[in-house]
């Protein structure tokens, strides 16, 4: 055991040349058999056997004071920080080495004039020359440039990548016979003749204004460490930044003087902001002083650190199954999300490769799959999978359990871990598995089995394809069709004929298979075989989009543990909502706090068209605002995905993406303490209502329907709304509101909340209603619906009467006719051209019940159906023929009650409600806050009026009551003061008098009310009876008549 260096740097394992120089203490060594401690100074110290020191002393730390073992580094900050070095002109050598440390690629390292100025003529300008030398960084590549008399020449070391933040040993020798720069031990020189003499200052970095002006390159940024120039090294105590107070007679600085112009001293100050590494699934991190970047060229990631997954695209139309990536396309999470949220609506596919990211941001890799989608009009959605062991694969003689046994492992084109999550992601999985035998048995049931596979549990599995775990059967053995009806599988029958045992095995908790074995093949040169083979595995659909829970109150939530983001961290989510801005205001759908720093994570969707991000770190409150041209609240999914990172933080919604960058300077990692809240604050405030699904935190699928199943307030599985239960009656249209819901009654002759209230009126003989359509409105129609609720004693009158305004070339015009006929029935009547159309309802209906009518024409006209309650409608199919005119041209007018030329005593009588033609309710305009212009009446006035119909009224719903959300008031102290306990007293006697005063209004209104609800009244039917002294006398004397009371009348208001 060697500690601080070894003897011999060529054994094996040891690749850095120089052994340690430094102090260590505290060198303790555990015995791995033992577990003893050896304290290996203090035993060398001790002088102990075994023992010995090949170099350097042992003893207190005041040895670690050794200026000889300080490098003395110095920390080059900015660009124009540079050390200035004064020695004696006219050397004819540069010797100088230190080591360097550095992030940035480019950089003057040491700089020095070889020459005085020298001017000559450009134009009328003096410009000036001068020979200097120069070595630099360039791109990571050290190089050295002289310029002597006029000619420049540039050396370069092979060496790259000298920024990379590590440690560099360099060296440079330039004399009058040689040009040498070395860096890390390997020189790179030449043979030169050079006419050298230097003048009196030296830079380590550069100021900037060095007289020759032909680079624009910048200072050395970074740390130096042991410089040592012509053998003398550079100390600390030797630099001072008083250059006025070293200055000789002629006021030129002092030959040795060194000259400090923003260096730091004694201290390598570089923040590596690489280590640990921001980047992830493999990016490399690049960096420079002030900030690092990511390269994810060769990782299938893209973002600031590679969190977020790129794009690719497939094209395996000319390849087949071969794995090949042809070009850039989203990687979704699955074939589902795939054809969820990237395939179009119309788009066919009936499958396709497609290069799949199982858990998002996490740290498993994509990977291809084959998507089966199916025929456009297929709802299919598989997942295949292959592997290098597909084709049918020949088991020979000589196998024979116990001695011999023959086993192939499956090797997947997936990672067994990526195929691991795909599996439990997925709604069912199967696999074919096929062994085709020659007199060679396989389970072999009930005895031990020759041949069987193991899943991913590394289980034998004693059933094959087709059957059930823990039978020992195949598949004929299940429905008792093998070919010997007393064993359980075709090829345990031993039969010298070729037998098949084959099937799907579905237990996707024990699949893929990955390893068959097979026996019983006999010894060598039999003629038993057998032949396997084990499918492709498919699965299908995806968990993650099952995970769906519903908000139906706003302050419910449900949460699961405080989002990290040490290095980089994403919440991915989809939702679902009706939420009304205008009644609720902003939503929050996600929030995260941090008690102690104030960190803040918020997602709040704060109109129907705009998703805020709020997120602090603490430096104050960012907000990411995005603004789509559509609405979020459109009752359809929509995709949130949210990232912070060192870099910055981003917000995308669906395609929209917007960031902030994050300032690298000053980051830190988020700290939230409280749950990671999903529906609403986590004080239960502007909460969410709608669907949320498929919520991963970095990658990982959050379980939050498992919550939901075990009951928790406003909150179910499953995406179920209100609407759900098709609230809305007489086909109202639901919109949905998640905690409630609107019906909307425009299309139907309906109003009220559930579309449930009659519009109707009561119509006197010579009540005549008239509806006028617009100039823009109905043109012609081939299918109508018409509809109508009346009730009536009289037998006669209109209930819907339709006319044209277009004269035929008969001198006819179309119409449509509903009327009372004589024998207490409707009469339905119309003509559209080609002949008068009549049927009589066979049923007296004037009876003062509720009868609704419905005319319905279909198929271009050719099919009339006539309804009447809940009798057999009647149906009547005219010929197709194609002279035939079935189209109701122009109607322009409606009728109810009667028309312009009924007498007006025979008008119709009654109610009438539900009044509809297609999607025309004149009886609904007319009793609008704001009458249709269209709609006039003469014969009295109208009022709206129910029928006697009594709308329909849905039972409260079971009140919710919230959880004891665990606040507590906290009493804080505070100081009283004289005026303050008056004021107090004051305040409670005031209280109490009004308290009283309120008990007495109190008191005096209920005495009221019962006095005038006692029941007691006066009436006059013991007139003249009241002073008879038995019973017998007061009916003699007693009013014989009626008594005297008002007659009743009736207001409606």
């Known amino acids: 055991?060697?500690?601080?260096?070894?003897?011999?740097?060529?054994?094996?394992?040891?690749?850095?040349?120089?052994?340690?120089?430094?102090?260590?203490?505290?060198?303790?060594?555990?015995?791995?058999?033992?577990?003893?401690?050896?304290?290996?100074?203090?035993?060398?110290?001790?002088?102990?056997?075994?023992?010995?020191?090949?170099q350097g002393r042992v003893g207190s730390g005041a040895l670690c004071e050794d200026d000889s073992l300080n490098m003395h580094s110095y920390t080059f900050k900015r660009?124009?920080?540079?050390?200035?070095?004064?020695?004696?002109?006219?050397?004819?050598?540069?010797?100088?080495?230190?080591?360097?440390?550095?992030?940035?690629?480019?950089?003057?390292?040491?700089?020095?004039?070889?020459?005085?100025?020298?001017?000559?003529?450009?134009?009328?300008?003096?410009?000036?020359?001068?020979?200097?030398?120069?070595?630099?960084?360039?791109?990571?590549?050290?190089?050295?440039?002289?310029?002597?008399?006029?000619?420049?020449?540039?050396?370069?070391?092979?060496?790259?990548?000298?920024?990379d933040g590590q440690w560099h040993e360099i060296s440079l020798l330039l004399t009058q016979y040689r040009f040498n720069i070395t860096v890390d031990y390997e020189p790179e020189f030449s043979n030169t003749r050079n006419n050298l003499s230097t003048t009196d200052r030296f830079t380590f970095s550069t100021n900037g204004d060095q007289?020759?002006?032909?680079?624009?390159?910048?200072?050395?940024?970074?740390?130096?460490?042991?410089?040592?120039?012509?053998?003398?090294?550079?100390?600390?105590?030797?630099?001072?930044?008083?250059?006025?107070?070293?200055?000789?007679?002629?006021?030129?600085p002092r030959t040795g003087t060194i000259v400090n112009h923003g260096v730091l001293l004694d201290a390598c100050e570089m923040f590596d902001r690489c280590t640990p590494n921001p980047c992830r699934h493999g990016g490399i991190c690049h960096q420079t002083w002030t900030r690092f970047y990511c390269d994810c060229s060769k990782t299938g990631y893209s973002g600031a650190v590679c969190h977020t997954w790129t794009r690719f695209y497939c094209d395996c139309s000319k390849t087949g199954y071969s794995g090949a990536v042809c070009h850039v396309s989203d990687m979704p999470l699955s074939c589902l999300d795939y054809k969820l949220n990237r395939m179009k609506i119309d788009e066919i596919i009936p499958e396709r490769i497609?290069?799949?990211?199982?858990?998002?941001?996490?740290?498993?890799?994509?990977?291809?799959?084959?998507?089966?989608?199916?025929?456009?009009?297929?709802?299919?959605?598989?997942?295949?999978?292959?592997?290098?062991?597909?084709?049918?694969?020949?088991?020979?003689?000589?196998?024979?359990?116990?001695?011999?046994?023959?086993?192939?492992?499956?090797?997947?084109?997936?990672?067994?871990?990526?195929?691991?999550?795909?599996?439990?992601?997925s709604y069912v999985c199967r696999q074919y598995i096929e062994y085709t035998c020659f007199n060679s048995r396989l389970l072999n049931y009930p005895n031990s089995p020759y041949g069987w596979w193991v899943g991913r549990t590394n289980q034998t599995m004693d059933y094959w394809g087709g059957s059930e775990i823990g039978t020992g059967k195949c598949s004929c053995g299940l429905d008792m069709t093998c070919a010997n009806p007393n064993l359980f599988c075709n090829c345990d029958s031993q039969f010298t004929t070729e037998l098949k045992d084959a099937g799907y095995l579905t237990r996707k908790e024990y699949l893929p298979v990955l390893r068959v074995e097979f026996g019983d093949t006999g010894p060598v040169g039999s003629s038993q075989y057998g032949r396997y083979q084990v499918g492709r595995l498919y699965c299908e659909g995806d968990l993650l989009y099952d995970n769906t829970i519903t908000f139906r109150k706003a302050d419910a939530i449900i949460t699961v543990p405080p989002f990290e983001a040490k290095v980089a961290g994403d919440i991915r989510f989809q939702f679902k909502t009706g939420f009304d801005s205008a009644t609720f205001g902003s939503a929050i759908i996600v929030q995260n706090i941090g008690y102690d720093d104030g960190d803040l994570i918020e997602i709040r969707l704060q109109a129907p068209r705009e998703i805020a991000f709020r997120y602090s770190v603490g430096r104050g409150t960012n907000i990411i605002t995005i603004r789509a041209p559509y609405d979020f609240n459109d009752n359809d999914w929509h995709t949130v995905h949210i990232e912070i990172n060192r870099q910055e933080a981003r917000l995308t919604v669906d395609d929209l993406s917007a960031a902030n960058p994050e300032d690298q300077t000053t980051f830190r990692h988020i700290h939230l303490t409280s749950n990671l809240t999903i529906g609403a604050s986590v004080t239960n405030r502007?909460?969410?209502?709608?669907?949320?699904?498929?919520?991963?935190?970095?990658?990982?699928?959050?379980?939050?329907?498992?919550?939901?199943?075990?009951?928790?307030?406003?909150?179910?599985?499953?995406?179920?709304?209100?609407?759900?239960?098709?609230?809305?009656?007489?086909?109202?249209?639901?919109?949905?509101?998640?905690?409630?819901?609107?019906?909307?009654?425009?299309?139907?002759?309906?109003?009220?909340?559930?579309?449930?209230?009659?519009?109707?009126?009561?119509?006197?003989?010579?009540?005549?209603?008239?509806?006028?359509?617009?100039?823009?409105?109905?043109?012609?129609?081939?299918?109508?619906?018409?509809?109508?609720?009346?009730?009536?004693?009289?037998?006669?009158?209109?209930?819907?009467?339709?006319?044209?305004?277009?004269?035929?070339?008969?001198?006819?015009?179309?119409?449509?006719?509903?009327?009372?006929?004589?024998?207490?029935?409707?009469?339905?009547?119309?003509?559209?051209?080609?002949?008068?159309?009549?049927?009589?309802?066979?049923y007296d209906l004037t009876n003062g019940q509720n009868h609704e009518i419905i005319v319905t024409r279909r198929n271009q006209g050719k099919l009339i159906i006539v309804s009447v309650d809940n009798y057999e409608p009647y149906i009547d199919v005219f010929p197709q023929t194609q002279q035939i005119d079935m189209q109701f041209d122009s109607p322009r007018?409606?009728?109810?009650?009667?028309?312009?030329?009924?007498?007006?005593?025979?008008?119709?009588?009654?109610?009438?409600?539900?009044?509809?033609?297609?999607?025309?309710f004149p009886l609904k305009y007319?009793?609008?806050?704001?009458?249709?212009?269209n709609i006039t009446w003469s014969g009295g006035d109208i009022r709206e009026w129910p029928c006697g119909t009594e709308p329909v009224k849905y039972p409260p719903e079971p009140l919710e009551i919230p959880p004891d959300r665990g606040f507590s008031i906290l009493a804080l102290p505070r100081p009283i003061y004289k005026q303050y306990v008056y004021a107090r007293n004051l305040g409670l006697i005031i209280g109490s008098m009004g308290f009283l005063l309120l008990l007495i209004l109190v008191g005096l209104a209920v005495c009221y009310q019962k006095s005038s609800k006692s029941g007691h009244y006066k009436t006059k039917e013991d007139k003249g009876a009241d002073q008879a002294v038995d019973a017998d006398t007061a009916i003699l004397k007693g009013d014989s008549r009626h008594p005297d009371l008002t007659e009743p009348k009736e207001w409606i208001l």
């Open 1 to 54: 055991l060697y500690v601080g260096g070894a003897p011999n740097h060529m054994e094996r394992g040891i690749t850095v040349r120089p052994n340690f120089q430094g102090c260590l203490e505290n060198v303790l060594y555990i015995s791995p058999s033992t577990n003893a401690i050896l304290d290996i100074l203090q035993n060398l110290q001790r002088q102990l056997p075994f023992y010995g020191l090949e």
């Open 79 to 163: 660009f124009d920080s540079y050390l200035e070095v004064f020695r004696k002109p006219g050397a004819t050598s540069i010797d100088v080495s230190f080591q360097m440390r550095t992030f940035e690629p480019n950089g003057i390292l040491f700089y020095t004039n070889l020459s005085e100025p020298r001017y000559f003529m450009v134009g009328i300008n003096d410009v000036p020359d001068q020979d200097f030398l120069r070595l630099f960084l360039d791109e990571g590549q050290l190089a050295c440039t002289v310029q002597l008399n006029g000619n420049k020449r540039t050396v370069r070391h092979r060496r790259d990548n000298l920024h």
């Open 211 to 252: 007289v020759n002006r032909e680079t624009t390159m910048n200072g050395f940024v970074g740390c130096l460490r042991q410089v040592i120039m012509s053998g003398i090294q550079i100390l600390p105590r030797d630099i001072t930044n008083n250059i006025t107070a070293i200055r000789a007679n002629d006021n030129r």
């Open 354 to 425: 497609t290069i799949i990211d199982i858990d998002g941001s996490g740290p498993l890799a994509p990977f291809p799959v084959l998507c089966r989608y199916g025929a456009k009009t297929e709802i299919l959605n598989v997942t295949e999978i292959g592997h290098y062991h597909e084709l049918e694969s020949y088991v020979s003689s000589g196998y024979q359990l116990p001695n011999s046994l023959y086993s192939q492992t499956i090797n997947y084109h997936v990672p067994l871990l990526q195929l691991f999550n795909l599996i439990d992601r």
């Open 686 to 842: 502007n909460g969410f209502v709608g669907c949320i699904r498929a919520f991963q935190v970095n990658g990982q699928l959050m379980d939050l329907k498992s919550q939901a199943l075990r009951g928790m307030y406003g909150i179910s599985p499953d995406c179920i709304g209100k609407c759900q239960s098709n609230p809305c009656l007489n086909g109202g249209r639901c919109n949905e509101r998640w905690s409630t819901y609107d019906c909307d009654c425009t299309f139907t002759p309906f109003r009220g909340p559930i579309c449930s209230t009659e519009i109707g009126t009561r119509l006197e003989a010579n009540t005549m209603i008239k509806y006028t359509f617009p100039t823009q409105g109905v043109t012609a129609t081939e299918e109508e619906t018409i509809r109508v609720l009346f009730t009536t004693y009289k037998k006669q009158g209109i209930l819907m009467q339709l006319k044209s305004d277009r004269i035929d070339e008969k001198g006819m015009i179309d119409y449509f006719t509903l009327e009372m006929n004589n024998n207490g029935g409707v009469r339905v009547k119309f003509n559209y051209g080609f002949d008068t159309f009549e049927y009589n309802v066979p």
């Open 893 to 920: 007018v409606m009728y109810i009650g009667r028309n312009e030329t009924t007498p007006p005593e025979e008008g119709f009588t009654g109610c009438i409600s539900r009044l509809q033609f297609n999607r025309i």
């Open 926 to 933: 007319a009793f609008l806050e704001e009458r249709d212009p």
